[in-house]
């Protein structure tokens, strides 16, 4: 089962997202905050991290920082999933390491799901260092 890394602060948006996903057969962690990415991150070895922008403790612009320099989390893509449409924020995203920018409100659940899947697909298995 592939495993996602959902970092979303808004309470209500965060069940939502994880209620979508174990419905596709996700295996879902949470977290409501960036520092806690990273740990949780280095302890559930997930395939996609999906990681909202706007967070208390860390954002997900400095969560990007510090996923990039991560021995074990660095080759994990991680998809921006944002209420911002601001282009800057998603060139800065890009720039970070993020692999995709989505703004929430521009984008379905059955589109949402396919990019997963097709980023999980193009990124491959796991390496064994996350087995």
């Known amino acids: 089962m ?3 890394l959902l970092v979303e602060d808004d309470e209500e948006e965060s069940r939502l997202y994880q209620r979508l996903l174990t419905i ?10 960036g520092a806690d990415c990273v740990e949780a991150g280095r302890t559930f070895h997930p395939d ?10 860390m954002n997900g612009l400095d969560t990007l920082d510090v996923l990039h320099f991560d021995p074990d989390l660095k080759k994990v893509p991680v998809v921006v999933l944002t209420n911002l449409s601001d282009q800057h924020y998603a060139d800065e995203a890009i720039r970070r390491g993020a692999v995709k920018f989505i703004t929430k ?3 379905e659940n059955p589109a949402l799901i396919q990019i997963i899947r097709d980023i999980m697909s193009a990124y491959g298995p796991k390496t064994p260092a996350h087995v």
């Open 2 to 4: 592939s495993k996602v």
């Open 24 to 33: 596709e057969g996700f295996d879902v962690l949470t977290v409501d905050n």
């Open 48 to 57: 996609l991290i999906l990681l909202d922008i706007m967070m208390p403790k």
């Open 105 to 107: 409100s521009n984008i």
